[in-house]
């Protein structure tokens, strides 16, 4: 469908996690951080400054919206699911702890910067998070049981029932249960079952079902099996999950970590801090490439850090990376082992002729994203959010205007760090439509052939009258690479006065990811975690 003829969406409020109410003071540990789907859609990760990781999963059952559709329109959709996923909570474990430093005498946040989504073939859910120094490597398995099934095939077992009554739980790694499929063939399930009662993890000296904790089910096969309803429930257990640290990688970046990202061959992912970018294997965790270095020999002399970096969804030789002068850098493994010359560059011409104290600051690139396909890059600054060809490196192809309302107020927001702020961005799994998060909880969506003007503002509040004007607390100012390079570092000060826009300043929507799937948005306010669908 050609997008200049595309209609702009119709958004609506989807769910939300962790509502508060206005009066609600929130911790900062429970802030989140950052937000990420895997590449079904079926799970949807969120880390919060507290070092923890959530993990939520769609719902059981299938939503049967797509029946109410002609099929001249389902095959218009060719991208977009009809079916709103609805999420629910699986998971959550604390992924990093609070560390010090003694040989640089610095304090290491357990705050997770960044999540990804690993693939894997087996089916499990692997999940790279990292804070400012060390990325670790998560495997979540499923341990919860429905004890009825199990039951079963140790009623099976003394022929109790017979064959036909129940499906199959199978054993996975480390003595752990895990869900498993419905089995029609008798012989595949008799030949399962026996390996399944052979664990002693399942049978105790009584020769009852137990579980690896010790707790157990009462016998009794009339009691257990009422012949009146064989396929009745006995017992039903909530699924429950846990997380197991499978792989750290530490001690390879002296700057903080600002970006992770998977690469395309399944094998490796890079990080990404102010000064240099590391190629790791996911399989070695005590040895990384360093494939883009920035130092200068003399630090009086750096000009610009590094501040995102993401690997293209196709060709695993290519990479880009965004820096702080405003540029986006592309650059090809093969050319080079040390990729620092051999860059091609992505700049806005008409944002650098003329540049002033402020300019330089608004103009730092916060975040890039690249489209399934490949074809652009997707940049977000703090002023606007930029579409760029990847086959036209002088100009963005459009630019969608998100704090020009501000500029007159850049000077107040350099005084209390506002304009220091990070956005991120994202963008559907079609490539057209694009969203970013500013201050008041504002959600701002776009779509490719819309115009830079046009769009969709939502708050990310169900209750958006609820919000009260209060003062925000003030924040010592961090002497970041991104502020030293260009001498902008003094000492953070209290603010006295309050105004309208630093009201504003004080909520803001900064972290948000799209569903790959389907037109649906998770984005994260404070503590909380909004969905809206289209």
């Known amino acids: 469908m050609n997008p200049t003829t595309r209609q702009p969406l119709q958004w609506k409020f989807?769910?939300?996690?962790?509502?508060?109410?206005?009066?609600?003071?929130?911790?900062?540990?429970?802030r989140i951080s950052t937000?990420?789907?895997?590449?079904?859609?079926?799970?949807?990760?969120?880390g919060d400054r507290g070092g923890r990781i959530v993990i939520f999963e769609t719902k059981d059952g299938k939503n049967t919206a797509d029946q109410h559709y002609s099929r001249n329109q389902l095959e218009q959709l060719d991208y977009v699911s009809l079916n709103q996923p609805e999420y629910r909570y699986k998971t959550e474990f604390q992924s990093h702890e609070p560390e010090f430093d003694y040989l640089k005498s610095l304090e290491i946040e357990e705050k997770i910067n960044k999540l990804k989504w690993c693939t894997s073939l087996s089916g499990s859910l692997f999940?790279?998070?990292?804070?400012?120094?060390?990325?670790?490597?998560?495997?979540?398995?499923?341990v919860g049981i429905y004890v009825d099934k199990l039951l079963h095939c140790y009623a099976l077992h003394h022929g109790v029932?017979?064959?036909?009554?129940?499906g199959l739980w199978s054993q996975v790694k480390d003595r752990k249960v895990k869900k498993a499929r419905e089995i029609d063939s008798p012989h595949q399930l008799l030949s399962s079952e026996n390996t399944l009662l052979s664990e002693?993890?399942?049978?105790?000296?009584?020769?009852?079902?137990?579980?690896?904790?010790?707790?157990?089910?009462?016998?009794g096969a009339n009691s257990i099996f009422p012949s009146q309803e064989p396929r009745s429930k006995i017992a039903n257990y909530e699924d429950t999950a846990y997380a197991r640290c499978r792989r750290v990688y530490a001690h390879a970046h002296d700057f903080n970590i600002n970006s992770i990202s998977n690469n395309s061959d399944g094998e490796t992912f890079i990080s990404a801090d102010d000064l240099r970018i590391n190629l790791w294997n996911l399989e070695v965790s005590n040895q990384s490439f360093n494939i883009i270095d920035m130092k200068p020999s003399?630090?009086?002399?750096?000009?610009?850090?590094?501040?995102?970096?993401?690997?293209?969804?196709?060709?695993?030789?290519?990479?880009?990376?965004?820096?702080?002068?405003?540029?986006?850098?592309l650059v090809d493994m093969r050319q080079s082992a040390l990729c620092d010359y051999s860059a091609r560059i992505f700049q806005d011409e008409e944002c650098h002729g003329s540049r002033s104290f402020l300019t330089e600051i608004v103009a730092s690139i916060t975040d890039i994203k690249f489209p399934v396909d490949g074809r652009h890059i997707l940049s977000r600054d703090y002023m606007n959010l930029k579409l760029w060809d990847m086959h036209m490196d002088s100009s963005p192809v459009a630019t969608f205007k998100i704090h020009e309302h501000?500029?007159?107020?850049?000077?107040?927001?350099?005084?209390?760090?506002?304009?220091?702020?990070?956005?991120e961005c994202c963008l559907s799994g079609d490539g057209l439509h694009f969203a970013t998060g500013s201050y008041s909880n504002l959600l701002r969506i776009f779509f490719h052939?819309?115009?830079?003007?046009?769009?969709?503002?939502?708050?990310?509040?169900?209750?958006?009258?609820?919000?009260?004007?209060?003062?925000?607390?003030?924040?010592?100012?961090?002497?970041?690479?991104?502020?030293?390079?260009?001498?902008f570092y003094k000492q953070g000060h209290e603010s006295t006065s309050v105004d309208e826009y630093s009201l504003n300043s004080s909520s803001k929507l900064q972290h948000l990811a799209w569903h790959p799937c389907t037109y649906l948005i998770a984005c994260a306010s404070g503590n909380s975690l909004f969905f809206y669908h289209a």
């Not at 009584?206 to 009462?218: D, I, K, R």
């Open 200 to 219: 002693r993890s399942f049978i105790n000296e009584h020769g009852t079902p137990s579980f690896a904790n010790g707790s157990h089910v009462e016998s």
């Open 35 to 46: 937000v990420e789907f895997d590449k079904s859609g079926d799970y949807v990760a969120v």
């Open 406 to 423: 501000l500029r007159p107020k850049l000077c107040d927001f350099y005084n209390n760090d506002t304009i220091f702020d990070k956005f």
């Open 161 to 166: 029932v017979n064959e036909n009554s129940f």
């Open 14 to 30: 989807s769910q939300v996690f962790g509502e508060r109410s206005s009066d609600d003071e929130i911790q900062d540990a429970d």
């Open 298 to 329: 003399n630090m009086e002399e750096l000009t610009e850090v590094i501040t995102s970096a993401e690997f293209h969804p196709i060709h695993c030789n290519l990479l880009a990376y965004s820096s702080s002068r405003g540029f986006i850098r």
């Open 449 to 487: 052939g819309g115009g830079s003007d046009e769009g969709a503002t939502i708050e990310a509040s169900k209750d958006p009258n609820s919000i009260k004007n209060r003062k925000p607390l003030p924040r010592a100012r961090r002497s970041s690479l991104s502020n030293l390079t260009r001498g």
């Open 127 to 142: 999940i790279l998070s990292t804070n400012d120094k060390t990325i670790k490597l998560w495997k979540a398995q499923d």
